[in-house]
Nanobody
């Protein structure tokens, strides 16, 4: 299947919100595990959150728990990452992929840039 395509990044002030979207072109959307990752300037890529579409099971990095929410809209084959209470340290390029761990991802897309100003 085609790789998921992320969008929705932008510039936001600290404390603000953004919603990222990850569109998956597939006939078996509920069979996927989709994760959000991010890479801040000068830092390693890290996992942010992931969701198993079929089970609804979700995971969050400790750094975003309580602030970010991952969800899916099966009718639109889309996974969202609602980001609230954004902090400058959330600034990064965000990616979605078919995995909950970065090691399992072979191909990355262009990502979508989230910039949080203080």
């Amino acid at each position: 299947e085609a790789k998921p395509v992320e969008s929705g990044g932008g510039l936001v002030q600290a404390g603000g919100s953004l919603r990222l979207s990850c569109v998956v072109r597939t006939f078996t959307f509920d069979a996927y595990t989709i994760g959000w990752f991010r890479q801040a300037p000068g830092k390693e890529r890290e996992g942010v959150s992931c969701i198993s579409i079929g089970s609804g099971s979700t995971q969050y990095a400790d750094s975003v728990k309580g602030r970010f929410t991952i969800s899916s809209d099966n009718a639109k084959n889309t996974v969202y990452l609602q980001m609230n209470s954004l902090k400058p340290e959330d600034t990064a390029v965000y990616y979605c992929a078919f995995a909950c761990d970065a090691v399992s991802v072979d191909v990355w897309g262009q990502g979508t840039l989230v910039t949080v100003s203080s």
